[in-house]
């Protein structure tokens, strides 16, 4: 079983849809969840940073954590064609610890006109 | 300010042959850490260079080889190169001390293996 399931799509929404990305996760240790983007032909950029349970909103991008249940999740409100990429979310034990940085495989979301 | 920078973006070589990628981190940034996104795998962690020492390394064979340089630049190496080694080798780089939430990515060097 890997440590981070992350379902790979492809997902395909009309623009405006309200998208839902999730991570399971088996590794209690994780404590630092992230959400990167990753265009295509480009590095992953950092979208969200969430530490503790419970929801951080930045935007049109909310970031969702449930450690009790080991599940986060990423929500999209009124998606865009330019929303459309992998989305990778990623965990860390602690802050700073990239060496022990965990990827799910990433999602794909294309938004359509 | 210029981000994280990689080269060559494509390289493509034959099965034992031996393949050096290149990372320049953003100005200011010690830390270098080097992935390999494989297919369907997500990144794998391959390794960690910070003040011009190796200070971690994941799960690969010694044939996956690297430094820093004085200016902390990065070079990858890989050895005997294998077909399954094709993927998007992608460097990133964080300030000193290591103890933040960003690290900044370049857009990775795609390798191709024949």
């Known amino acids: 079983q890997k440590e981070v399931e992350q379902d790979p799509g492809p997902l395909s929404v009309p623009e405006g849809a309200i998208v839902s990305l999730n991570c399971t996760y088996s590794?209690?240790?994780?404590?630092?969840f992230m959400w990167y983007r990753q265009y295509s032909r480009k590095g992953p950029e950092l979208l969200m940073y969430?530490?503790?349970?419970g929801n951080k909103e930045d935007g049109r991008f909310t970031a969702q954590v449930d450690k009790s249940s080991k599940y986060i999740s990423l929500f999209i409100r009124d998606s865009q064609p330019s929303d459309s990429a992998t989305y990778l979310c990623?965990?860390?034990?602690?802050?700073?610890?990239?060496?022990?940085?965990?990827f799910g495989a990433g999602t794909r979301l294309a938004v359509h006109p | 300010e210029a981000g994280v920078t990689q080269s060559p973006t494509h390289l493509i070589k034959t099965r034992g042959q031996q393949a050096t990628l290149r990372c320049s981190p953003i100005?200011?940034?010690?830390?270098v850490y080097w992935y390999q996104q494989a297919l369907g795998l997500g990144l794998q962690f391959l390794l960690w260079?910070?003040?011009?020492?190796?200070?971690n390394r994941g799960n690969f064979p010694p044939r996956f080889s690297g430094r820093q340089f004085p200016n902390y630049s990065s070079e990858l190496n890989v050895n005997a190169l294998e077909l399954e080694d094709s993927a998007l080798y992608l460097c990133?780089?964080?300030?000193?001390?290591?103890?933040?939430?960003?690290?900044?990515f370049g857009p990775g060097t795609r390798l191709t293996v024949l």
């Open positions: 990623a965990m860390i034990p602690f802050i700073g610890g990239y060496n022990k940085l965990i």
């Open positions: 590794n209690s240790a994780f404590q630092y």
């Open positions: 969430t530490y503790s349970s």
């Open positions: 100005s200011g940034h010690t830390s």
């Open positions: 260079y910070d003040e011009g020492e190796e200070r």
């Open positions: 990133a780089s964080v300030p000193q001390g290591g103890g933040t939430d960003t690290q900044y």
